[in-house]
């Protein structure tokens, strides 16, 4: 038994004859996800008065753009079609399978689970047409019932904490292999199955894969306030997730996701922002600037408060005689200091032409390469720069290197034996 495309069964065939039965599905609501084909027999039909659930060797199937149709025989999937068009189905011939857009997937399902039945030309018991909607699903609405943890790190203020995030979203999916669909899903449908018999489950295991996603997106280095304008990382690590119960075991995929708002919990990013504000005071120039700016304020605001003034200045005096001010200027001499002394560690002079060079790995006057820091090797294979004795990228070993004593087996990096003298060979 098989399909056969409408234009090539026509020509020179018996089934070139008018359709015994017609199956159709002319358009699926975007809220059901299968429906069960109707029969539609002509005045001409011999089969007037037969089985709803047995197909005629002759019959017509239609299928539309945006539909999958399967023949179901005996409770086995013996024939798909996800190509627009006209068929003929045919008793006789082998089982085809038609995959349109489906792809090889839905072949390897087809050769996996569908059951190849041959009734040498008998009629089967038990016959039945499904039609499969494969349009994207949407307007799917999810939020968060409660915080979703996020990982923050920050290395220049020693961070590393899980902060609450709520969001708002939504996503559409679609059925991508209807073998699988009907295998684990709906089964024998009497009439239509719709998106609301699944929709819960589905958004409850997708509110489930937004933690493990959360964290992909976490080690990508993607802040928690930039989320939003990564949807493609976040909407690639749900269907990551979501791979095994979805496409594997239901057929269905995760087409879009999209946010609508995301936000964290508001102490966690009040937390948040008094550790990298506290941080940026590790800068002694910052912390001197901020100590100036601070008793700036604290004269302005006494001054602008007639009953509270005199009290205000004579308090400022007495933190400047504990030395107040001095500490200010420390801070900001030391941030002077170490900005000097970090200048100057980055400045290297040309072996060739002598010319001091702030920074850089070639030389301002005669583009000379920057001389290797001492105990720095330069790979003559990959060019890696080391500080071992192998190559850090390649193994290679270091030029007039790593040598092995052959006396004593000591390994040296000199020219004679650390442990017996003995020359290096």
């Given at each position: 038994?098989?399909?056969?495309?409408?234009?090539?069964?026509?020509?020179?065939?018996?089934?070139?004859?008018?359709?015994?039965?017609?199956?159709?599905?002319?358009?699926?609501?975007?809220?059901?996800?299968?429906?069960?084909?109707?029969?539609?027999?002509?005045?001409?039909?011999?089969?007037?008065?037969?089985?709803?659930?047995?197909?005629?060797?002759?019959?017509?199937?239609?299928?539309?753009d945006?539909?999958?149709?399967?023949?179901?025989?005996?409770?086995?999937?013996?024939?798909?079609?996800?190509?627009?068009g006209?068929?003929?189905?045919?008793?006789?011939?082998?089982?085809?399978?038609?995959?349109?857009?489906?792809?090889?997937?839905?072949?390897?399902?087809?050769?996996?689970?569908?059951?190849?039945?041959?009734?040498?030309?008998?009629?089967?018991?038990?016959?039945?047409?499904?039609?499969?909607?494969?349009?994207?699903?949407?307007?799917?609405?999810?939020?968060?019932?409660?915080?979703?943890?996020?990982?923050?790190?920050?290395?220049?203020?020693?961070?590393?904490?899980?902060?609450?995030?709520?969001?708002?979203?939504?996503?559409?999916?679609?059925?991508?292999?209807?073998?699988?669909?009907?295998?684990?899903?709906?089964?024998?449908?009497?009439?239509?199955?719709?998106?609301?018999?699944?929709?819960?489950t589905?958004?409850?295991?997708?509110?489930?894969?937004?933690?493990?996603?959360?964290?992909?997106?976490?080690?990508?280095?993607?802040?928690?306030?930039?989320?939003?304008?990564?949807?493609?990382?976040?909407?690639?690590a749900?269907?990551?997730?979501?791979?095994?119960?979805?496409?594997?075991?239901?057929?269905?995929?995760?087409?879009?996701?999209?946010?609508?708002?995301?936000?964290?919990?508001?102490?966690?990013?009040?937390?948040?922002?008094?550790?990298?504000?506290?941080?940026?005071?590790?800068?002694?120039?910052?912390?001197?600037?901020?100590?100036?700016?601070?008793?700036?304020?604290?004269?302005?605001?006494?001054?602008?408060?007639?009953?509270?003034?005199?009290?205000?200045?004579?308090?400022?005096?007495?933190?400047?005689?504990?030395?107040?001010?001095?500490?200010?200027q420390?801070l900001?001499?030391?941030?002077?200091?170490?900005?000097?002394?970090?200048?100057?560690?980055?400045?290297?002079?040309?072996?060739?032409?002598?010319?001091v060079?702030?920074?850089?790995?070639?030389?301002?006057?005669?583009?000379?390469?920057?001389?290797?820091?001492?105990?720095?090797?330069?790979?003559?294979?990959?060019?890696?720069?080391?500080?071992?004795?192998?190559?850090?990228n390649?193994?290679?070993?270091?030029?007039?290197?790593?040598w092995?004593?052959?006396?004593?087996?000591?390994?040296?990096?000199?020219?004679?034996?650390?442990?017996c003298?003995?020359?290096?060979?």
């Open positions: 038994m098989g399909l056969i495309q409408a234009a090539l069964g026509s020509v020179g065939s018996v089934l070139a004859d008018q359709w015994k039965e017609f199956f159709v599905c002319d358009s699926i609501d975007k809220d059901i996800l299968v429906v069960k084909g109707v029969k539609k027999t002509s005045k001409g039909s011999s089969n007037t008065k037969g089985s709803d659930n047995v197909i005629t060797s002759g019959s017509g199937v239609v299928v539309n945006g539909q999958c149709m399967i023949i179901v025989d005996q409770g086995k999937v013996v024939e798909i079609c996800a190509e627009p006209q068929f003929t189905y045919d008793a006789s011939t082998s089982p085809s399978i038609f995959s349109g857009k489906l792809g090889q997937s839905i072949i390897d399902t087809f050769k996996e689970i569908g059951a190849r039945i041959s009734y040498g030309g008998d009629v089967a018991r038990d016959q039945r047409v499904y039609y499969f909607n494969t349009k994207e699903i949407i307007d799917n609405k999810i939020g968060t019932p409660a915080p979703i943890p996020f990982r923050v790190t920050d290395a220049n203020a020693n961070m590393d904490l899980d902060v609450g995030m709520r969001m708002n979203a939504i996503y559409t999916y679609k059925i991508v292999n209807p073998i699988l669909f009907y295998t684990n899903v709906c089964g024998n449908v009497s009439n239509t199955y719709d998106r609301s018999e699944i929709d819960s589905l958004k409850a295991e997708l509110l489930a894969a937004l933690q493990p996603a959360f964290a992909k997106i976490s080690e990508q280095g993607i802040r928690y306030s930039a989320i939003a304008g990564h949807t493609l990382e976040l909407e690639q749900l269907k990551d997730v979501l791979k095994e119960k979805w496409a594997n075991t239901r057929g269905l995929e995760l087409a879009s996701f999209s946010i609508n708002s995301i936000t964290a919990d508001p102490e966690d990013e009040k937390r948040i922002k008094t550790l990298q504000y506290n941080a940026s005071f590790k800068d002694p120039s910052m912390a001197g600037a901020q100590y100036v700016g601070a008793t700036t304020q604290a004269m302005v605001d006494a001054a602008n408060n007639p009953g509270g003034a005199a009290i205000g200045l004579m308090n400022m005096n007495m933190v400047n005689n504990m030395g107040g001010m001095q500490v200010a420390g900001l001499n030391q941030g002077q200091q170490q900005q000097a002394a970090a200048a100057a560690a980055d400045q290297w002079k040309c072996a060739k032409c002598g010319t060079n702030n920074g850089g790995k070639f030389c301002s006057n005669c583009a000379e390469p920057r001389p290797m820091p001492a105990g720095v090797w330069k790979c003559p294979k990959c060019g890696t720069e080391n500080t071992g004795k192998f190559c850090s390649c193994a290679e070993p270091m030029p007039g290197g790593a092995k004593c052959p006396k004593c087996g000591t390994e040296n990096t000199g020219k004679f034996c650390s442990n003298a003995t020359p290096q060979p």
